[in-house]
Each structure stands twice: as structure tokens, then as C-alpha cells.
């Protein structure tokens, strides 16, 4: 039977960790679309692309080698051959990434692959995003916004980075990138049929609890 879970959500809503749990406990397959947007930055710097040429942009994206893993408990992106896991996570990809993700030819490549591998598990699966809800699974059995405070998620992401970061560069890599998304993914207000999660206030098992409550709803 199949059972799609859609969860759209801006950066820092803690949407990758409690995708993946909730993909754990239901035990479906689970894909991180924002990893292959990353990967397609990735692959555009190292081949140092000019990233307002948006042709280029665009082949590069229809031409990658792609390799991702659809396992929670399994991390795994390559590259033309290399191992990306970790280097798709710096700031340095954070920062560009935006500007392939509003390529559209980008994102009609990445939305193909994305129902293609829908299509090849089954459609058992929790995809997680930013138009997930909206565009690549409007049809998911489940389809779910989370959401939570700026605050809660400039904490968040601070804490994920190590403390490292100062608050203008939080601000930059979690407020200043969700303006750039917007222009492609309204995920700041529930499409219709969309439930919300808001997690501000919530610990992270009462979120995966609260997502849970509306898969079994
Ligand atoms: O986890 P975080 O919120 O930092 O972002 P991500 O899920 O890794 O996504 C990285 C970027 O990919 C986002 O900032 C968007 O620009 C883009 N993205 C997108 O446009 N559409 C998606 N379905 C997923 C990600």
C-alpha cells in the first residue's frame, strides 16, 4: 500500500531529523530533496561555473552523476565519484544553493529524478523539502508543513553548527536564505489539505509524536 509523506519546511524547522525518525518508525524510505539541490551547488563550484549563467546551470544539473542515499539511517551523497556527505553541509553551499534551486530547468530535472525514485520504492516513502506538498508529491497520502519561530530556528540551526556561528552569519544562512527560496517554494503559509506542525514550543519527540498524530489521523 502506498504511503507518501510530504513534509514541506523553511531551514531550521528541524524537518531532516524528524523526517528521518518518522521514516525509522514507519519504516519507509526516506529522501532529503534538499541534498540533491545541494549537490547540484556542489558540482556547479567545483567545476567553477558562474552560477547566473543559467543554461550552464541547467546542464550541469541534467548531466550529474548522482548517487543518494534513501535510507534514514544511511546518509550517503556522491558526486561524479566522491563522497559529498559532509561537503554539501558547508557554509559555502549553504550560500549558493539558492541560486541553482531558482533555476528552473534545475528544478524540472530534480523533480523528475525525485518521482522517479518515488515511483521505484513503491511510493513508500517520507520525501522532505520545500514544494514537496505543493508540487513534487501533491498527491502524498500525508502532506504536512513544519514550521517553527525565527528564533527557534536560528537556535537550532546555531546548535547543529556547533555553536560556531555568529548571529549575523545564522541570520544569514537561515533568514536571508529562505527570502531567496521564497521566489520558488511558498513554504511559509499550508497549501490547502496541508497540515501544519509548529514545533517552536515543541521538544523533539513531541514533534515526531505530532507528525505521527496526522499520519494516523
Ligand atoms: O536543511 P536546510 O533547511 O538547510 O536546507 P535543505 O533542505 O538542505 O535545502 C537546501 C536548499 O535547497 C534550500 O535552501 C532551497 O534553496 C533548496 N531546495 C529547494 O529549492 N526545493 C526543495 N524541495 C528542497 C530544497
Given at each position: 500500500?502506498?504511503?507518501?509523506?510530504?513534509?514541506?519546511?523553511?531551514?531550521?524547522?528541524?524537518?531532516?531529523s524528524?523526517?528521518?525518525?518518522?521514516?525509522?518508525r514507519?519504516?519507509l524510505?526516506?529522501l532529503d530533496?534538499?541534498?540533491?539541490y545541494?549537490?547540484?551547488?556542489?558540482?556547479?563550484?567545483e567545476?567553477?561555473?558562474?552560477l547566473a549563467?543559467?543554461?550552464l546551470v541547467?546542464?550541469?544539473?541534467?548531466?550529474?552523476?548522482?548517487?543518494?542515499?534513501?535510507?534514514?539511517?544511511?546518509?550517503?551523497?556522491?558526486?561524479?565519484?566522491?563522497d559529498?556527505t559532509?561537503?554539501i553541509r558547508?557554509?559555502?553551499?549553504?550560500?549558493a544553493?539558492s541560486a541553482?534551486?531558482?533555476?528552473?530547468?534545475?528544478?524540472?530535472?530534480l523533480?523528475?529524478?525525485?518521482r522517479?525514485?518515488l515511483?521505484?520504492?513503491?511510493?513508500?516513502?517520507?520525501?522532505?523539502?520545500r514544494?514537496i506538498?505543493?508540487?513534487?508529491?501533491?498527491d502524498?497520502e500525508?502532506?504536512?508543513l513544519?514550521?517553527?519561530?525565527?528564533?527557534?530556528?536560528?537556535r537550532?540551526?546555531?546548535?547543529?553548527l556547533?555553536g560556531t556561528?555568529?548571529a549575523?552569519?545564522?541570520?544569514?544562512?537561515?533568514v536571508?536564505?529562505d527570502a531567496?527560496d521564497s521566489?520558488?517554494?511558498s513554504?511559509?503559509?499550508?497549501?490547502?489539505?496541508v497540515f501544519?506542525?509548529?514545533s517552536?514550543?515543541?521538544?523533539f519527540?513531541?514533534t515526531?509524536?505530532?507528525?505521527?498524530?496526522?499520519?494516523?489521523a
Amino acid at each position: 500500500r502506498p504511503l507518501v509523506v510530504a513534509i514541506d519546511g523553511p531551514s531550521g524547522s528541524g524537518k531532516s531529523s524528524i523526517s528521518k525518525e518518522v521514516a525509522r518508525r514507519l519504516r519507509l524510505a526516506y529522501l532529503d530533496t534538499g541534498a540533491m539541490y545541494r549537490a547540484v551547488a556542489w558540482d556547479c563550484l567545483e567545476r567553477g561555473l558562474d552560477l547566473a549563467d543559467g543554461a550552464l546551470v541547467e546542464a550541469a544539473a541534467r548531466a550529474l552523476d548522482l548517487e543518494l542515499s534513501t535510507s534514514a539511517d544511511a546518509e550517503r551523497v556522491v558526486v561524479r565519484g566522491h563522497d559529498v556527505t559532509a561537503a554539501i553541509r558547508e557554509p559555502r553551499i549553504s550560500s549558493a544553493v539558492s541560486a541553482v534551486a531558482t533555476n528552473l530547468g534545475v528544478r524540472d530535472e530534480l523533480i523528475r529524478r525525485q518521482r522517479a525514485l518515488l515511483a521505484a520504492h513503491g511510493r513508500r516513502m517520507v520525501v522532505e523539502g520545500r514544494d514537496i506538498t505543493t508540487v513534487v508529491a501533491r498527491d502524498a497520502e500525508v502532506r504536512l508543513l513544519l514550521t517553527a519561530s525565527e528564533e527557534a530556528r536560528m537556535r537550532r540551526r546555531g546548535a547543529q553548527l556547533g555553536g560556531t556561528q555568529t548571529a549575523e552569519q545564522l541570520h544569514e544562512q537561515v533568514v536571508a536564505r529562505d527570502a531567496k527560496d521564497s521566489t520558488v517554494a511558498s513554504f511559509t503559509q499550508a497549501a490547502d489539505g496541508v497540515f501544519t506542525v509548529d514545533s517552536s514550543d515543541l521538544d523533539f519527540d513531541q514533534t515526531v509524536d505530532a507528525v505521527l498524530g496526522v499520519v494516523h489521523a
